[in-house]
């Protein structure tokens, strides 16, 4: 049996299915990159903006087709638009076989089986299940080791952010205990991953409901003494929950990277505490501050929506104000997007999309320029570069990450892949840099 699967939206979703084709994998199912020989396609979902749930319902309308011509064929939708709205899901497609939320990836086999029996559709979406001690051992085991890897240390979110999906989809906060972590993670290493991205949506809640009470400073620390291990990074963080432990753990262990992941949304104070995200303009500022002085070379990073219910041109104009002050390395920038069952979205004062939309062109202009002026400036330099593998364009070229996520691409050999090398920047791009490996 043959599965195909994709994968929409964030890295935790990717994480998602690193385990469910793993499972797969353990039991006998083989992937398919054509669709035409698959007997299971999985479409993993997201449901943070409205966009990629439309994507998922006109790729349903296609598999339609795909169904039809030969019998015994699967369709499985899992993930957050699964955990959200498995009942319109099925009521718009009924040719879906499968619906599995965002706690219960661990059921993809015995699913499909009870569906290949002749059952339709199978719905699984308890949010008190918890797939990840299936992440370690056996299961994932079977499945090809990457170099770098994702693993989710803090499943959820309880912050209930007013625009946000993510706390009714993916269920409250709910830490991975630190030894269960750790053995993935040596799991990993023995099979040859040298890098780990630790995920949450918002790592720096991690340990507050587990009973010993552990924080990610002290999970760093613990997983920094894995033997084989090359380099932690982590990925998103909370604003508010920056500490001086987390500083003084990041400046004092040579294996956590120098990149911070600080989703910002806003910058004026009145759409923060609209949006209930928990700190003002100067708090953001400090956070940056003690950062940068605290960790040498970090590189910050960010989110950024436009467009929230209520925001001015005015609004708008001062959050512009406050990117130029900071100048993030690069951000993610969003036109805000309603969403079902939201605070927001029952809002009156909706920005029309066509504001949004223009807002965000400024902002990606001014971001683009900032990401621009911020690289060049570190041209000349060198970097440590983790090298992945071929670049996607050019002919005998290589392309790897600094410590600081920028991406390098240098030439050299293929066997290169999986080194760790000093790599002079020399030219800067948006996307990155070209380099020069330095001898020695
Ligand atoms: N509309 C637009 N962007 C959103 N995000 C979260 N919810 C919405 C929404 N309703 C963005 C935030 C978050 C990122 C993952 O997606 O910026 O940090
Ligand atoms: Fe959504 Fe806010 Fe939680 Fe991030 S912190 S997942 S934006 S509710």
């Given at each position: 049996m043959r599965y195909h699967l994709t994968t929409y939206g964030c890295q935790m979703n990717e994480a998602d299915s690193s385990l469910m084709q793993a499972l797969l994998a353990a039991a006998g199912w083989e992937p398919s990159v054509?669709?035409?020989?698959?007997d299971l396609v999985v479409l993993n979902t997201c449901?943070?903006?409205?966009k990629p749930e439309n994507k998922v319902y006109s790729k349903l309308g296609e598999l339609r087709a795909w169904k039809a011509a030969a019998r015994g064929r699967l369709i499985a939708i899992t993930g957050c638009m699964a955990q959200g709205e498995a009942a319109e899901i099925i009521r718009r497609?009924?040719?879906?076989d499968v619906v599995l939320g965002?706690?219960?990836?661990?059921h993809i086999v015995s699913a499909a089986q009870r569906a290949l029996a002749g059952e339709h559709p199978v719905v699984l979406t308890d949010?008190?299940?918890?797939?990840?001690?299936?992440?370690?051992?056996t299961a994932m085991g079977r499945a090809k080791t990457a170099l770098t890897a994702f693993v989710p240390i803090i499943l959820g979110c309880?912050?209930?952010?007013?625009?946000?999906?993510v706390p009714s989809v993916r269920g409250p906060e709910k830490s991975r205990p630190v030894h269960e972590i750790g053995r993935e993670v040596e799991d990993l290493v023995s099979r040859g991953t040298r890098e780990v991205t630790l995920l949450g949506?918002?790592?720096?809640?991690?340990?507050?409901?587990?009973?010993?009470?552990?924080d990610l400073p002290y999970l760093l620390t613990h997983l920094a003494s894995?033997?084989?291990?090359w380099r932690i990074r982590f990925t998103t963080c909370h604003?508010?929950?920056?500490s001086g432990r987390l500083i003084e753990v990041m400046s004092g262990?040579?294996?956590?990277?120098?990149h911070i992941h600080l989703?910002?949304?806003?910058?004026?104070d009145k759409l923060l505490r609209e949006m209930n995200r928990g700190y003002t303009t100067d708090d953001y500022l400090h956070a940056v501050d003690a950062l940068r002085a605290g960790v040498r070379g970090i590189a910050i990073t960010t989110d950024i929506m436009v467009g929230?219910?209520?925001?001015t041109e005015h609004d708008f104009e001062a959050s512009l104000k406050l990117y130029e002050r900071v100048r993030f390395d690069a951000a993610f920038t969003f036109a805000y997007s309603p969403r079902p069952g939201?605070?927001?979205?029952?809002?009156?004062d909706q920005v029309p999309r066509k504001v949004c939309l223009e807002r965000l062109q400024r902002l990606i202009a001014l971001q683009n320029r900032i990401t621009l002026e911020r690289n060049r400036g570190s041209v000349g330099t060198v970097a440590e570069v983790l090298v992945q593998g071929?670049?996607?364009?050019?002919?005998g070229l290589l392309a790897g990450r600094s410590r600081n996520n920028k991406l390098v691409v240098l030439p050299g050999?293929?066997?290169?892949?999986?080194s760790l090398l000093t790599v002079r920047l020399t030219e800067a791009h948006l996307w990155g840099f070209r380099g020069l490996p330095v001898a020695g």
């Open positions: 054509s669709l035409d020989s698959a449901a943070v903006r409205e497609a009924p040719q879906v965002t706690r219960c990836f661990q949010l008190n299940e918890d797939p990840s001690p299936l992440r370690c051992g309880s912050n209930w952010c007013s625009y946000c999906i949506q918002n790592v720096l809640a991690y340990g507050r409901d587990l009973s010993d009470r552990p894995t033997d084989g291990l604003p508010r929950d920056v262990e040579p294996k956590i990277c120098e989703p910002i949304q806003a910058g004026a929230f219910p209520g925001e939201t605070k927001a979205t029952s809002r009156d071929p670049a996607e364009r050019g002919e050999e293929r066997r290169l892949a999986g």
